[in-house]
Nanobody
Framework: QAQLVESGGDLVRPGDSLRLSCAPS????????MAWFRQAPGKAREFVAA???????RISNSEAVKGRFSVSRDRNTLYLQMDNLQFADTAVYYC????????????????????WGQGTQVTVSS
């Protein structure tokens, strides 16, 4: 059974940076698409970034994310670099992955992903 394990969440101040990691355990067969979603208290889960095999990185068009977050991938480990963190970035960040090539068409949709991690908490507070 494939599992995804996120790490790197922390309590930080506004303006700080964090780097989240997502590594698979168990079955490590290549994932075609890997992505980050986040969910703030009382809000729906939202797409943050994805990395598609032979397709590269995709970052949310949301003004809340654009220009501050970047995503990279090394084999099956996915990273999310978050700079200039803001209060609104406080959320649980989830890693998601799928091995199906057709998942790339809707990489921004949580329903496209079969595998999910347990999440890592990012809290931005002064």
């Amino acid at each position: 059974q494939a599992q995804l394990v996120e790490s790197g969440g922390d309590l930080v101040r506004p303006g700080d940076s964090l780097r989240l990691s997502c590594a698979p355990s168990g079955d490590t067969s290549n994932y075609y698409v890997m992505a980050w979603f986040r969910q703030a208290p009382g809000k729906a889960r939202e797409f943050v970034a994805a990395f598609i095999s032979r397709g590269g990185a995709r970052i949310s068009n949301s003004e809340a994310v654009k220009g501050r977050f970047s995503v990279s991938r090394d084999r099956n480990t996915l990273y999310l670099q978050m700079d200039n963190l803001q209060f609104a970035d406080t959320a649980v960040y989830y890693c998601a992955a799928d091995r199906r090539s057709d998942a790339r068409a809707y990489y921004y949709n949580a329903a496209s992903y079969t595998y999910w991690g347990q999440g890592t908490q990012v809290t931005v507070s002064s």
